[in-house]
């Protein structure tokens, strides 16, 4: 392996999808405003000019061309990567991903494969209120046949993209808008991560939080301030959602008797949930000392305004709250 | 020479609208320079087709169900400078969300104007709704949905002309075609017709009309209207158009547009060609004119300034409105 660089989460995304491209010519990426323009956030910047038009296509306005033509090329083989401009949107092309994309495999007696990715940004903080700030992730978790991934660092994002790309099966993959312009460190050699391994972000004792996105980065500051009063939090990323892996979680719950578990979607009906069932269902059960806590988002549309807008999803102080709370029994 | 011109006052409105959306428009993208309005999206070059449609309705009777660049249509449906200063300020007091939306979704209530959606097309379903609720009613009020020529990709759109035409419903589908889905271009986005001839599949007129002239698109609007509220059916217009900014404020769209083609659309600007025109017939004068630009300087200055001196929103407004309060099941 190289000596790896450090690079933008929008870098390592236009990476994988650049040496998923070399390597493989049946991949091709179709999207909105993906090809001139280099869409909207910056990710495909490029790509046209290296690829050609037929490699990456921009398309119409339609959700449903987008994802259903994707599935289209997909059966034929093909490994397209469409690229839906805001998570938002993605309702528009919900019929194609959940009834068709997802169970096609299974309703065809396993003569198809369906071996796509859809890439979109998600989650607030830029100010575009309740239409194009949403965290629709457990929608896609709770659809047999589909998998989820939700990077949360540069490095995950492109390993798990170029896993994405290679698996045979539709991938759901959930960026996240306020990453794009976080750094890390990268290797610049094609590699992939598995889909269903979570990784274990900063080791501690008493405390284990459970983050996705962006909350991960937002866990790792609070962890930083936390621990200069001595509260040492474990902080574990599922990475992909689905499948989704509970070892890690399960052994640092068992290890620090509390659980916190922290997501920008609402709360009601979150992914959060599905944790919480899965720890409550598990070894750590026994060893747990405090109810499970969550902290998402409030069950409330995002609004414009940018003070209200953070207030509506968890923030660093508000994990730091949080988390001291439960560790000290305050809750 | 055109056969009929509007009355003197009527002519006169029209400048006025369309040179206070501009100014707006200007003020807003000085506001996102200044990080006062973090989102900015223009209706620059688009005002003449907007106007023209506007005025043509029966202002407070018949239905907006705008799109998000139908600022200059808001004005001449009767909103305000002082109702788009607090829409991209955020203020609790804006009329079109009480500070929740982002700027672009206009509507007020006691104008008939209904929010249009960020998710592109989904507006003009709603608009055959109120449309057939009117009709359901006994009422012959007239629903106009504006939608840029990028919605017409979208399943949506299609959806609401075929059943709109299935009954005859009392709608205009006001396209204002400006070449571009963000950095889409046309070729790309809606094939190789025009957006007018679409029509013929569903059954109902399409009417291509050139958008830079406001008097051709007041008449055509004006007839449209007279035809679909005697029972005509719904009706589809296209305005020819150009956005002469960015898509919004964070938008760079010298990525995708040469220069020299933004540079001879600014010198088709609807606006100057109308004024010009209005006085090349002597229908304004000099004098005329400033007292307009005048009043319309003084109007988004104190729209600004009141807009600016409301106090931010409290947290309270979080929760308000997520659900209706009064009648459960």
């Given at each position: ?99 068709q994309a997802a169970k096609m495999r299974y309703m065809f007696g396993g003569k198809a494969r369906v ?148 997501h920008e979607a609402p709360m009601t009906g979150g992914f959060g949930g599905e944790i919480v069932a ?54 | ?45 688009h005002e003449a087709a907007q106007v023209g449609a506007a005025m043509a309705l029966r202002q407070g ?269």
């Amino acid at each position: 392996m190289s000596e790896p660089r450090e690079i933008t989460y929008a870098q390592a995304v236009r990476e994988a999808l650049r040496q998923a491209m070399q390597r493989d010519p049946q991949v091709f990426l179709l999207g909105e405003d993906i090809g001139v323009y280099g869409g909207a956030f910056g990710v495909t910047d490029g790509l046209l000019d290296e690829f050609g038009s037929e490699r990456v296509r921009d398309t119409p306005l339609s959700e449903a061309v987008i994802a259903g033509t994707a599935i289209g090329a997909a059966v034929t083989g093909m490994r397209p990567v469409a690229e839906i401009q805001f998570m938002d949107f993605i309702t528009l092309a919900m019929e194609q991903l959940v009834l068709q994309a997802a169970k096609m495999r299974y309703m065809f007696g396993g003569k198809a494969r369906v071996p796509m990715v859809l890439r979109t940004p998600a989650g607030s903080g830029t100010g575009a209120a309740a239409q194009h700030s949403e965290s629709l992730e457990a929608w896609f978790v709770h659809v047999p046949g589909l998998k989820v991934v939700m990077p949360s660092t540069p490095y995950d994002a492109k390993g798990l993209l170029l896993a994405a790309i290679a698996d045979d099966n539709p991938v759901i993959f959930i960026e996240h808008k306020l990453l794009y312009k976080t750094k890390g460190f990268v290797p610049e050699e094609y590699y992939t991560l598995p889909l269903a391994t979570s990784e274990i972000k900063r080791k501690g004792k008493d405390l284990t939080l459970i983050a996705t996105s962006v909350l991960v980065a937002r866990a790792l500051e609070a962890a930083t301030q936390l621990a200069q009063e001595g509260i040492e939090i474990e902080i574990i990323d599922p990475r992909t959602l689905k499948p989704l892996d509970t070892a890690a979680m399960i052994q640092s719950v068992c290890k620090t008797g509390k659980a916190l578990v922290v997501h920008e979607a609402p709360m009601t009906g979150g992914f959060g949930g599905e944790i919480v069932a899965q720890l409550c269902a598990s070894e750590a059960f026994d060893f747990l000392d405090a109810p499970i806590r969550r902290l998402a988002g409030l069950d409330v549309p995002i609004p414009y305004n940018r003070e209200l807008e953070k207030r509506a999803v968890p923030q660093v102080a508000d994990i730091v709250r949080e988390a001291r709370a439960l560790v000290r029994g305050e809750y | 020479m055109r056969e009929k011109i509007p009355p003197l006052e009527t002519l006169h409105q029209m400048y006025y609208y369309m040179a206070l959306s501009r100014a707006i428009d200007t003020r807003l993208w000085q506001l996102g320079r200044q990080g006062k309005a973090h989102f900015v999206i223009t209706p620059a070059g688009h005002e003449a087709a907007q106007v023209g449609a506007a005025m043509a309705l029966r202002q407070g009777y018949d239905y907006f169900v705008p799109y998000y660049r139908d600022m200059t249509m808001c004005l001449a449906a009767g909103m305000t400078a002082r109702d788009m200063l607090l829409h991209v300020r955020g203020a609790p007091e804006d009329p079109s969300s009480g500070g929740r939306q982002m700027f672009g979704h206009f509507s007020r209530r006691d104008l008939n104007i209904v929010s249009g959606s960020s998710s592109v097309g989904s507006q003009m379903l709603h608009a055959v709704g109120l449309a057939l609720a009117f009709r359901n009613r006994g009422e012959d009020r007239v629903t106009l949905t504006g939608f840029g020529e990028g919605a017409t990709s979208e399943g949506d759109w299609h959806e609401a002309m075929n059943f709109a035409a299935i009954h005859q419903l009392r709608v205009i589908f006001f396209c204002e075609n400006n070449g571009y889905a963000i950095s889409v271009p046309a070729h790309l986005e809606i094939g190789r017709v025009g957006v007018a001839d679409k029509a013929a599949a569903y059954g109902m007129p399409g009417i291509r009309v050139d958008g830079n002239d406001i008097l051709a698109v007041y008449e055509t609007v004006s007839a449209a209207h007279a035809q679909t509220r005697a029972g005509g059916g719904p009706i589809l217009i296209e305005a020819m158009t150009y956005r002469l900014l960015p898509h919004s404020n964070a938008d760079d769209d010298s990525k995708y547009r040469a220069s020299e083609e933004v540079q001879a659309a600014r010198a088709r600007d609807p606006i100057t060609q109308f004024s010009t025109w209005l006085k090349d017939q002597q229908l304004m004068s000099d004098a005329e004119q400033q007292t307009m630009d005048a009043r319309i300087t003084q109007e988004v200055d104190a729209a600004t300034e009141y807009a600016y001196s409301r106090p931010e929103p409290t947290e309270e407004l979080l929760y308000q409105h997520v659900y209706a309060p009064g009648r459960t099941a």
